[in-house]
């Protein structure tokens, strides 16, 4: 008996594998320990840099001042002082909150400190000629150079500090060196002042003049302390 031909089924079609994309490793937790000892930015080091750029553009703006005279270069080193306050403001705030600090606490205020009285002795400079009416010598001129230079080495000192520090005390020790010169060129000027008084107005004027030459001495000698503790810093971290 003849058995009835079954028709072939047609092959049902087999679905596409569907293709993962290939999985993403899982990132790796950090330990603890490692977190704790992790190297973090050095905020201090940050904020002393933008003071110590604050204090240069003001003792720019100083030596620019005593060229001419010019009002916008009073009014600029007037804005520098109030905006290197607020900066030491915010690293005081930021020292006061820190536990541990990557440098001496005590190293980082004094640093602070002496850099932002360079700039304050560049203000009262200025605002002095303006109230006593004292024209710009040759010797202001030179003084005035003189730590706009200096200003530059210890910014310069600051930037290579983490990096560098040999580097940063070699520019600590150029910013001593031009603080010397700004004294060798105030014992020069008050010489000169000191010299042939003829009456009481020439006196009144002298005394007035010794009052700038004063603030232009104090001044290289708080860069001249600042260049010391960056000095010191060096020692310690090395």
Known sequence: MKHARQSAKPEEAQPEAVRLPPAVPAPEKESFLHRLFKK?????????????????EGLEALNAYMIDQNPAAAALLKAKEKEADEARRILIYELNKTFITPIDREDIFALSRTIDDVIDYAYSTVSEMEVLKVRPTSYMQRMASLLRDA???????????????????EHAQRAKALENRVEGVYREALADLFT???????????LKSREVYRHLSNAADRGDEAANVLADIVVKIT
Do not use: C, W
């Not at 973090?40 to 240069?56: A, D």
């Open 40 to 56: 973090r930015p050095n905020i201090f080091i940050k904020l002393i840099h933008e003071q110590t750029q604050l204090t240069l």
């Open 196 to 206: 042939g008084a003829e009456d009481i107005k020439h006196v009144v004027k002298m």
């Open 151 to 169: 200003g530059y080495e210890l910014l310069q000192a600051v930037n290579r500090l983490e990096a560098h520090p040999g580097v940063a005390s």
